[in-house]
């Protein structure tokens, strides 16, 4: 271990979006120059635009940019940038990458290779761990990876088993495989994650608990042999094995507890001869007792609030580190101070089971003074400004909303108020879902694990009640844009219901899951409700039919995505937003109604459509055929897997059938709504 003085004023950051923009103006307040890289897909993204330098790496995709080790180094050379801050994710745990740099003569703002090899390879670690004396899970971590073995080693260690890959986090190359019965085709899974995300196809298995916390502690070293845990958060709410919400300090923790997993957390960063931050990751059972599941050996995604509690800057704590400087603090000077917590926004569709969403940002702000909140407890770190395009590349993370309060209750009702005043448009969000999940009871009291999301899925994404106010606005909205469609002044053109010599008369059919519009003109379609709206001319109001109710209805537009819906005389104002045959209604600043609507007074081959193809529901890449066009399917069984955000998504049968043909190849990139195959159903 070396104490060895690294001075520099220029730091390139090798990452994109939200962190690198954070990285950044930590960078600029110390009084360094920033240099950014970018792909083609990031050409004017947000850290480009905030960096006083970039360099473009290369196409979208990120092994041909962000992943290009020699790129990115020439790019510190062409800059003079004497060190590099890797972000989380990307090249921010490759040891060779460490090790190229240090031949370049470059700092890397992180730990050294030896260090990030030893947490790298998940088996070895588990090793390292048990020397050191830190708690572990029982599993498999062995180098034999013979499919038949790890299914032996698993029905050994007894299901449900926690497959994982090797080389891994962050979720990919991880499954739960709840019986032997799935344990195949989830460990195929798994490596077609892994191998895609890491290059790497090998995996360990654990004992899977049924009701454990995720608690990770937040650990620093420096060059000169010190070390210290800046406490620990609890990250247990997360779905696909992806943090959602975390906060910090973990409820419930005594202090007993405490400096035994802190402690811990130490002994596992010396270890492996750690400089710089990292975090040590438990398990945490009911019992008290904790189990080590692995290291990350950099900046965490969650890291603000551990800052909002302590009041450190951990970027600059780990660019002094870097730059050989001593820890700024003692394990005796470091406080606790309130509690925090951090919401991830990701640019997904919750009720869609999370499919990633792209497109374009119309607006995205934080009204903190419209919401009466403080500025100094409210922090939005973000890769994203309105306009920005969410690409198909990139995992979906929008930005990060951090909130501090005295107590966990003021904490709380601090980051309800915060997610209200957030305003995204243009892009579905989960924004409406983190709502759920921090107003939930079962999250108010402290009742956390990380099956959290599963255990309360029927509360969580129960049936929405909406208002009539809602129905008519997407109605008039849905007429509205009817009336836009019109493609001349012909009366045959036109789509807004117009009759000669009687009323305008228009049927649209509304709900809240698309995918019920298929049989919306049967009278009990599930879901479903028929508006049927009808005027005189087009200067009148609507009537509008909404089950038994008849309602005088009118819409005006207000500025930005604000209306105005009058309902026999009772005029509301709220934010609706038109998608494509969807309307997204904000009655409230926590009330999110989305509805998809259809004409059904017109002849439609949707549901024949329906049933006779497979659209891609996004942007994406095709990673494998499971079926032979022919083959004979049940409703329900596998067709093809898709990868978009480095997440798989597999495809299924509709109905009983078989596939008449694949329009695409393992390999191809598919856009959203693209006709992935022909399907036949069963006669």
Known sequence: MTSEVKKFDTL???????????????????????????????????????????????PAAARESYLKVEAVIEAARRTGAGAIHP??????????????????????????????????????????????????????????????????????????????????????????????????????????????????QRMLIEKYLTQPRHVEVQVFCDSHGNGVYLFERDCSVQRRHQKVLEEAPAPGMSAELR????????????????????????LLDADGSFFFMEMNTRLQVEHPVTEMITGQDLVEWQLRVAMGERLPLAQDELTITGHSFEARLYAEDPEQDFLPATGRLDRFALDLVGAGLDPNKVRLDSGVESGDVVSMHY????????????????????????????????????????????????????ELDTRFIEKNEATLFATQEITTEAYAAAALIGLKQLARECESDSPWDRHDGFRLNAPHTIRLALCATGQNLTNAQAPDAEGVVIVEGTRETDADPWHLTIGDTTLTARLQHLEGDAVAVTLDGHRRRLQARLGENGVVVMADPSGETRLFWRRIDAIDHGQHEAESTLTAPMHGT????????????????????????????????????????????????VGQGDVLLEFAPEE
């Open 622 to 669: 095709v990673v494998a055929l499971l079926v032979e066009p022919g083959q004979k399917v049940e409703k329900g069984m596998p067709l093809m897997v898709m990868e978009a955000m480095k997440m798989e998504h597999t495809m299924s049968a509709p109905a009983d059938g078989h596939v008449a043909s694949f329009h695409f190849a393992a390999g191809d990139t």
């Open 395 to 446: 995992d979906p993370m929008l930005a990060k909303l951090i909130v501090h309060g005295d107590d966990r209750d003021q904490a709380l009702a601090t980051l309800n108020r915060a997610l209200a005043a957030l305003d995204v448009q243009g892009v579905v969000t989960n924004r409406a879902f983190l709502q759920r999940l921090a107003t939930h009871p079962a999250f108010k009291g402290c």
């Open 259 to 282: 400096r035994e997993m802190g402690e811990a957390a130490v002994r596992a960063a010396r270890e492996i001869g750690y400089v710089g931050a990292g975090t040590v990751e438990f």
């Open 87 to 200: 972000g989380y994710g990307f090249l921010s745990e490759n040891g060779p990458f460490v090790e190229a740099l240090e031949k370049a003569g470059i700092t890397f703002v992180g730990p050294p290779a030896s260090a990030i090899a030893a947490m790298g390879d998940k088996s070895a670690a588990k090793a390292r761990m048990s020397h050191a004396g830190v708690p572990l899970v029982p599993g498999y971590h062995g180098d034999d990876q013979d499919d038949a073995l790890l299914k032996s080693e698993a029905d050994k260690i007894g299901y449900p088993v926690l497959l994982k890959a090797s080389a891994g986090g962050g979720g990919k190359g991880m499954r739960v495989v709840e019986s032997a019965a799935g344990f195949q085709a989830a460990l195929d899974g798994c490596r077609r994650e892994s191998q895609a995300a890491f290059g790497d």
């Open 12 to 58: 390139l950051v090798a990452n994109r979006g939200e962190i690198a923009c954070r990285v950044m103006r930590t960078a600029r307040a110390m009084g360094l120059r920033t240099v950014a890289v970018y792909s083609d897909a990031d050409a004017n993204a947000r850290h480009v635009r905030e960096a006083d330098e970039a360099v473009r790496l290369g």
